[in-house]
């Protein structure tokens, strides 16, 4: 049963790939003419219905909490525990509209994925330029501020089931600078899915949106100094309140 899974979430996804790649050949150049926004929604629901199936061939449970603290318009910045690589897949199945996120600049050479991630809203940081990745930052700064929004996950690496890490410095600034509502994200179990083995395998998932922060509201000290620390102890929070 688990090969069965394993065969049929990754073929899958292959069929998706391949059977969209026309469509996003032309959402991709249509993006590129003044359509990015209509092209964006397109393939989001494209991406939501593959992670949504993807979450049914595994077999798992799923408990969605809080989606109702989603803010209805505006730029958003999403800000997540990182536990595995299926965060993604639980993401795009369930924040329910077009994000972006920071990935590292080596997806930008993979074929198809980094067409799909440009046209979502996503960028692509050099870590090791220092001046190219404050660049990108500040993209995605200008982006939100323009109503689009981004997903972020401040601890600067998946967990593999370890518990939350602490912040990377300066991890929230696309909020900070931005002055953004953020949406703390609480995911359990999505390390099990995947990555303990490398076969699909069903597990108790869980994904919690808890209630916004308005960083607008807040002063400019307390948005440098106190913010990362009370998202990271909202998401701890309801990380304890689901289990490990």
């Known amino acids: 049963m688990i090969l069965i899974k394993t065969v049929s979430a990754f073929g899958f996804t292959l069929f998706i790939m391949l059977t969209f790649v026309p469509f996003g050949l032309v959402a991709f150049f249509l993006s590129l003419f003044g359509f990015k926004k ?3 929604m397109f393939i989001y629901k494209i991406a939501q219905i593959w992670a949504r199936c993807v979450i049914f061939i595994t077999g ?5 909490i809080g989606r109702e603290n989603i803010p209805k318009q505006g730029g958003i910045c ?7 690589i299926v965060d993604i897949i639980l993401s795009l199945a369930y924040i329910g509209q077009p994000f972006g996120f920071v990935a590292k600049k080596e997806l930008s050479f993979v074929p198809f994925f980094n067409m799909w991630i440009y046209i979502l ?9 220092i001046r190219k990745a404050v660049k990108t930052i500040n993209q995605g700064i200008q982006k939100i501020q323009k109503g689009s929004s981004m997903l972020i996950f401040p601890e600067g690496t998946r967990s593999k089931g370890r518990g939350l890490l602490p912040f990377k410095s300066g991890a929230i600034k696309l909020a ?3 002055l953004a509502p953020i949406v703390p ?10 990555e303990i083995d490398g076969r699909v395998h069903a597990a108790p998932l869980r994904l919690v949106f808890c209630p916004p922060i308005y960083t607008a509201e807040m ?11 009370q998202v990271r102890s909202v998401i701890e929070e309801a990380l304890e309140k689901t289990g490990p």
């Open 185 to 194: 994200m609480a995911i359990t179990g999505s390390y099990d899915v995947f």
């Open 219 to 229: 002063s400019p000290e307390d948005r440098r100094h106190k913010l990362a620390d």
């Open 176 to 178: 900070t600078n931005s």
């Open 78 to 84: 999403f800000v997540s525990n990182h536990i595995g």
């Open 38 to 40: 209509s092209m964006s």
């Open 60 to 64: 798992s449970t799923l408990e969605v």
């Open 121 to 129: 809203g996503g960028l692509f940081i050099d870590r090791k330029n």
